[in-house]
């Protein structure tokens, strides 16, 4: 057997160190010879943990005698013991020291300094792995509350830490009950609306700098239309927290994000970005062909036309345009290369066919955002918690586009786990997908053979 940390201070405080390691030698000699070793191994670097834990601990009481409980001398010697407990995996400890810190910050520097934000982050990170979802919603709100208080904060921090809050929003949305979900999305909405108040107070309705906000809200009009439409106690739920107060219905809010994507055109057209101005003729094509609107077609050759005016090498536009992709793309991209480069870090590949030949592609990885809805993208989880891992599940697809950017005998050739579910499902929600079609000249043209790697989050 192995001795707990607990029973071994108590036979330290019996027998000493030494005396110690030679009852635990002749104990481990006896019962198990065979690993007495390796064994005595793991004793050593126990005790040798505790040696360090009492080493600290008895340097901060020291401090706290001298100079009292809110010195800052305290926090060098917590951070050793932060950094044991680390290793030794107590998370729980963990907390505690870093919320004595985060006390002594508060008193020595007060409520506002940005010193606390390694301690908030900190907190953040080590609360992840005990699950403990709401600690990790209150730090990131208190990150924000800095930002928002502290006279030093630039705008862009404030917005920034306001994006990040969101982005925990829509992750959680896939982490707590079924029950907090919806209650998560809300708050997402209400502090998206404080986003674009404080960036439009910073810089204008009709600049540059507003466009990456307003498309992420003309992405949530996108994700309330197929919240909405979901089948299951999902769409039930989004009734009750969405339509039955606001009586709108799922298909008026993509228009509504399509009209907010048309102010977007509105101002880059202003900023003599020929390029841009191109790219925001995409996005409105693509939003035309996720509301059904037959008029996406001319729109798509106004953008070839804007980025042959733009002095955009014509390959290269025969490329893009050759290049189907799920609609709507999450991101507002003002150039071919960013989006194309975008698309690559997917696992995106595109091979151009010989001749009249079509191109060999591969979407790369899709991930949907929940299995309720499953071809709504999955949002980007705040930078701090970039690799947080999911239970995903897999599915290697094969499918065809049509003409009109409708998906086509969508097959799962595996999945993981390895279940008929798990493969319907997948092809289910290929189904449901819209894709920027592919031209060939000035006509659009179906394309066989693509492949993608599908995931989606395991109900809970």
Known sequence: MLYSECNLTKLRGLFGVERLLAFLLMFLSADHASSAEEELSRVRASTEYIRQVDLYSQEVAELERRFGPYDRSLLEPIDALIDLRSRAGDF????????R??????????????SQLPILEALITNNLKIYDLEAITNNFENIQYVFSQNSDSSVEQKLESMSNVRNWYLTA???DSKQSRLPYFMKSRDLLQQTLKVASDAYGDSDEHMVPFLYQEALEKYYLMTLLTSLDELGADASDYIFVPERIQPITYLRQGYEIVKDISDILRSNEDTEAEGMAAVYEADWQMLLGLGIARGTYRKAMEIFVEAGVEEQKIKDFFS????LPVTEYYSSIDDANYAQEVEGYSFVRGEMEEDPQISLGNYTAW????PYTPMPTPPELLSDIEFELTKAEMRFRISSRGKTRGPDAESSEPDTVRARR??????????????????????????????WYPTEK
């Open 173 to 175: 949305f896939n982490l």
């Open 425 to 454: 499902n997948a092809e289910d929600a290929l189904k449901e997908m819209v894709f920027r079609p592919r031209f060939v000249g000035s006509r659009w043209r179906p394309l066989k053979d693509l492949t993608m790697t599908y």
């Open 101 to 114: 810190q985060l006390q002594l910050v508060h008193v020595t520097e007060g409520l506002n300094t940005f």
């Open 370 to 373: 929940n299995e309720s809805v």
């Open 92 to 99: 729980e400890e963990i907390n505690a020291l870093l919320g």
């Open 323 to 326: 290049r189907p992709v799920v």
